[in-house]
């Protein structure tokens, strides 16, 4: 026990000398050092680096030290199209104010404007990247902070674009304020544990604003996908919440404003899905709680595929959408309940706010069409309207049993 104790004195004393002794250090054409590189290989632990104003054509700059580089403005690292432009592997580093440009492409080999590897308690924050394969890339990290990065690229195909912020095995990771766009996906989490990702602006991507892989106990909340490929895809994962989100705009063939796949057990509330091809898309998936969430103008709100169970829909608003509920499988013991239906027609004697007739959410012609996508061309005709009734009176094809026993009269407003 005395032995520990004087181990951690001396430890203490280490680190007071060595960050005391902690200097800043400039970079530019009349300074001591006019290389990032060489000012890095020349500081200490602690140290602060100072890029000044100018272009600095620079790549595989390499880190491996406790430093903080700082880019005052106009600031810019230019790569040349040669590769990875800056490789760290330290901790209680960060990176902030720099302008970095034209990072390589591989097909072979993941080049980023910057590139973490086995760090923790970090910061990259207030860095424009610009014409990325990949803009941030961590891997087997943990502890980091990704704050008001402005990320962009010209991607014009999947294979040959790279993500804006791509994460692999990591963990207590936070992606918070970036405007990320032109890239394959947006944001990409694989792996990724006990992190969260909030208020970022996530548009114009090839593939999705944001990606997980079997990643869990996640949080994404206050974000915007817009015009993507598809808006976000969660796969293979659980415990997850997701909240007070805008999926818009994110329309095509197979577009879709949420994308679920074999997720369970979380959370999806006070989320706005807009002018999407498909809101969400689900796919075997399992307790999971649908809570004052707004579809408003969707091709279709919500499609049901199979190997569903314990999923609750309660309290949401569905507002002009050509289809509510699209649902291909046997009911299981998913619930709609509760809900705002913008087609019900029903009415309400007793004055309760809840409808006195239940409502049928799946309509015959969504059936059809699921059937026969070329149908879709009939959705406003007369004969459509007729078929739609006659199986609402008379269930053949759609679930009998799924049915909305009180639905709301009044839409429900509140996103808090």
């Not at 104790?5 to 006019?34: G, K, M, P, Q, W």
């Not at 997980?212 to 969660?234: C, H, I, L, P, T």
Request: proline content about 2%; glycine content about 6%.
């Amino acid at each position: 026990m005395l032995i520990n104790r004087y181990l951690l004195i001396i430890s203490l004393l280490f680190y007071t000398v060595l960050y005391s002794a902690a200097s800043t250090t400039e970079v530019c054409e009349s300074c001591d050092y006019n290389s990032i590189q060489d000012a890095v290989d020349n500081a200490i632990s602690g140290d602060t680096i100072i890029i000044k104003a100018g272009v600095y054509k620079e790549f595989a700059i390499r880190i491996e030290k406790e430093i903080h580089l700082i880019g005052e403005e106009n600031s810019i690292i230019d790569g040349e199209n040669n590769g990875t432009i800056i490789n760290v592997s330290a901790e209680n580093f960060s990176i902030k104010g720099l302008t970095i440009k034209n990072v390589g492409i591989s097909y072979t080999k993941d080049y980023a404007a910057i590139l973490v590897s086995r760090s923790k308690y970090f910061t990259i924050e207030n860095n424009i990247l610009r014409n990325v394969f990949f803009g941030i890339l961590i891997e087997k990290s943990k502890y980091g902070l990704i704050r008001n990065n402005d990320i962009s690229s010209s991607a014009t195909h999947e294979a040959s674009s790279g993500n804006g912020v791509h994460l692999w095995h990591c963990s207590r990771m936070r992606i918070e304020q970036n405007k990320v766009s032109n890239l394959r996906d947006g944001i990409y989490l694989e792996f990724v544990e006990n992190s969260s990702i909030s208020n970022n602006e996530s548009s114009d991507n090839i593939r999705y604003g944001l990606h997980f892989m079997f990643s869990n106990n996640d949080e994404y909340f206050k974000n915007e996908f817009r015009n993507n490929g598809a808006g976000v895809a969660v796969m293979f994962s659980k415990i997850i919440k997701m909240h007070h989100n805008t999926f818009h705009l994110n329309w095509g063939p197979a577009s879709y404003g949420l994308l679920l796949k074999e997720i369970t057990d979380a959370d999806i509330e006070n989320n706005l899905f807009e002018k999407n091809t498909i809101g969400i898309n689900i796919d075997g998936c399992s307790r999971i709680n649908y809570t004052n969430n707004h579809f408003v103008q969707n091709g279709w709100a919500i499609k049901f595929h199979g190997g569903c169970y314990e999923n609750i829909f309660e309290l949401n608003n569905f507002i002009h959408n050509s289809f509510d509920l699209s649902y291909s499988s046997r009911l299981n013991d998913n619930k709609f309940e509760g809900n705002y239906w913008s087609d019900y027609n029903g009415y309400d004697l007793d004055k309760d706010g809840i409808g006195d007739v239940p409502y049928r959410p799946v309509r015959l012609f969504s059936y059809v069409v699921n059937k026969t996508p070329e149908t879709l061309v009939l959705l406003r005709s007369l004969f459509v309207d007729i078929i739609n009734f006659s199986e609402k009176v008379s269930p053949v094809f759609t679930p009998e049993n799924l049915i909305d026993n009180k639905p709301i009269m009044i839409r429900i407003n509140d996103r808090n």
